[in-house]
């Protein structure tokens, strides 16, 4: 059963335009939630978090938006650019009784933005 | 560079054959991770490390798959008997702590394919 839900694979935006990539989660006890952008052969990086007691979080170009009764985030890119084309993880964080943090990722959803 | 670095970067062996992958986590950081990202999927999670130690291996596939970490440092992730299901890109990442979700900082990955 996924926790983190994608449902779009890929998504083609015009430069300049906005970009709102979304993701879905089931498990109420997550308590942070990340976005991770990956080019192609290089490890995912890190971009922007929101914490579960917020609702909005801004950085620059990147929003992250939180809806927790509706138990979905979405990341805002505005304006979008051409070196925003990657794949975008939405990733899930709870803290196990151990002290750690585990992420569970969404399967991605690849990003275009065109001329 | 300051990053999580992994070794090898590609590694092509034949079914059967046993495979080690090396993480060198980003100095400081006591939680190290690894995943593995099938072609198409999202990131799947296989064992976390506080220092030496892995309170959660609860990712690893099969009893084919283990993994140690030395001085609080580097990880390696043994595969014994590769088949060819285990192709994949492996992914370390390490994080300082549980502050804003426990942020993981992800090395390249290494991408292993099993002939």
């Known amino acids: 059963d996924q926790q983190v839900k994608q449902n779009s694979p890929s998504l083609s935006v015009q430069e300049g335009r906005i970009s709102i990539l979304n993701c879905d989660y089931t498990n109420s006890m997550f308590d942070y939630f990340l976005w991770y952008k990956k080019y192609p052969a290089e490890g995912p990086t890190f971009l922007i978090s929101i914490s579960s007691i917020k609702d909005k979080n801004e950085d620059g170009r990147f929003t992250v938006f939180l809806n927790k009764s509706a138990k979905h985030l979405s990341l805002h890119i505005v304006p979008s650019q051409p070196g925003d084309s990657a794949v975008y993880f939405c990733?899930?964080?709870?803290?196990?009784?151990?002290?750690?943090?585990?992420?569970?990722f969404g399967a991605g959803t690849r990003l275009a933005v065109h001329p | 560079g300051a990053g999580v670095s992994q070794s090898p970067s590609n590694k092509v062996t034949e079914k059967g054959k046993d495979v080690e992958l090396r993480c060198d986590p980003i100095?400081?950081?006591?939680?190290l991770y690894w995943y593995r990202q099938s072609l198409g999927q999202g990131l799947e999670f296989l064992i976390y490390?506080?220092?030496?130690?892995?309170?959660?291996k609860s990712g690893l596939p099969s009893d084919r798959f283990s993994a140690e970490r030395t001085g609080g440092s580097v990880s390696t992730l043994t595969i014994q008997r590769t088949q060819q299901e285990d192709s994949a890109v492996y992914l370390c990442?390490?994080?300082?702590?549980?502050?804003?979700?426990?942020?993981?900082?992800f090395g390249p990955g290494t991408r292993l394919l099993v002939l």
């Open positions: 990733a899930a964080s709870f803290m196990f009784s151990g002290g750690y943090n585990k992420l569970i």
């Open positions: 990442a390490s994080s300082l702590g549980l502050a804003g979700g426990g942020t993981q900082y």
């Open positions: 490390f506080q220092g030496n130690s892995a309170p959660d």
């Open positions: 100095s400081g950081h006591t939680a």
